[in-house]
């Protein structure tokens, strides 16, 4: 009877039915249920979907490592054949017919000097750092496929993300439209930020310095300082909450 049945729903599928789920396959792991719902809030409360936040997260890294091939391919004048090779090794298909943007087409194309004398383009370096973060490859591996100068390779991921860092920083202060359009992602990584700098180990160390050079400073509004203090020390607590009930929940083989 229940083998009928089956074969009677089966038959009754629309085409349409039948080729979304042929193009969509499910995604299944398992996971604590009480771990569940809150993954699957997350998701909903960021894109509307569990799904739609893994295809943007996905879609973001893949989109970061195009453009940085794309930025290498001209800075470096790569062939066909060095370009095919990065796209391989990235487990990624090269799309003959959309042209991608470098990040000297979004303004990066700017040098900054560090020691001795030597400068570097900022966009090169924010190439390096998706490519050997998102990509999976080394910096000596990077360094030696597109033949670039091994000294100044192990030095453009930190002046990527110390670039990063400062224009995030002046972005926040002063484009208040970024911080009410883009809330809830703005929130995931100050949560990552306050995350790292718990386990850090020196977050009330640089907490402190912080807090003296603010008092230093007049245009630091205080109110606006304690606000933020308060959101921090909030998603602080939710994070070793949520730490300690995955602690409990799963057990290392």
Sequence with gaps: MKESY???????????????????PPL???MPREYREKVKSYG???????????????????????????????FFNLSPDVVNKLYTLCKLELNRVHVPKSFADFGFNYAVQIGSGMKLNVAIC???????RY?????????????DSLNKARRRIPVAESQLLRIFRKAL????????????????????????????????TLALAQKAGNRRSTSVNETDLKTLEERLR????????????????YKVP
């Design 6 to 24: 089956k074969h009677q729903t089966l038959r009754h599928k629309p085409p349409s039915r039948i080729r979304y789920e042929r193009e969509n």
């Design 28 to 30: 299944s792991i398992r």
């Design 44 to 74: 909903i409360r960021r894109c509307g979907s569990l799904s739609k936040y893994l295809k943007r997260c996905v879609n973001m890294e893949q989109a970061l490592v195009v453009m940085s091939i794309e930025t290498l391919r001209k």
């Design 126 to 132: 924010l190439a390096y750092l998706f490519l050997c």
């Design 135 to 147: 990509g999976g490859l080394s910096v000596e591996e990077l360094a030696l496929i597109i033949k």
């Design 173 to 204: 202060a002063s484009q208040a439209h970024i911080r009410s359009k883009w809330r809830f992602m703005l929130t995931d990584i100050m949560a990552m930020i306050v995350w790292i700098l718990i386990h850090s180990g020196y977050m009330k």
């Design 234 to 249: 909030k998603i602080a607590n939710e994070l070793k909450k949520i730490g300690r009930e995955a602690m409990k929940s």
